[in-house]
């Protein structure tokens, strides 16, 4: 069974940085695709980046494009999210996500395997 812990999550003011991780387990993740969702406070599930483990293909939202780094390290199984220029309307929950296949769905729901969660909080 797919295994995914976050961590690195925390309080930051606006315009800082934060790296979160995702240690995976459980799998050989090279057909997989990880990445990540975040859930702001009243809203739905959105989805961040991906990154595919074959190849290193990656993408973004728009809102993060630029500001936010996907990446990942295949000797540790571990996904990692570089954050910079944090705004206020980047508080969230950051969920990581993955899938066996090239890219995750845009649905939160049709993606299988998912973290428990780590909590972002910018302040303004």
């Known amino acids: 069974q797919v295994q995914l812990v976050e961590s690195g999550g925390r309080l930051v003011q606006a315009g800082g940085s934060l790296r979160l991780s995702c240690a995976a387990s459980?799998?050989?993740?090279?057909?997989?695709?990880m990445g990540w969702f975040r859930q702001p406070p009243g809203k739905e599930r959105e989805f961040v980046a991906a990154?595919?483990?074959?190849?290193?293909?990656?993408y973004y939202t728009d809102s993060v494009k630029d500001r936010f780094t996907i990446s990942r390290d295949n000797a540790l199984n571990t996904v990692y999210l570089q954050m910079n220029s944090l705004k206020p309307e980047d508080t969230a929950v950051y969920y990581c996500v993955a899938r066996w296949g090239t890219y995750l769905y845009s649905r939160a729901a049709d993606n299988p395997y998912w973290g428990q969660g780590t909590q972002v909080t910018v302040s303004s």
């Open positions: 459980g799998r050989t993740f090279s057909n997989y695709v």
């Open positions: 990154i595919r483990w074959n190849d290193g293909n990656t």
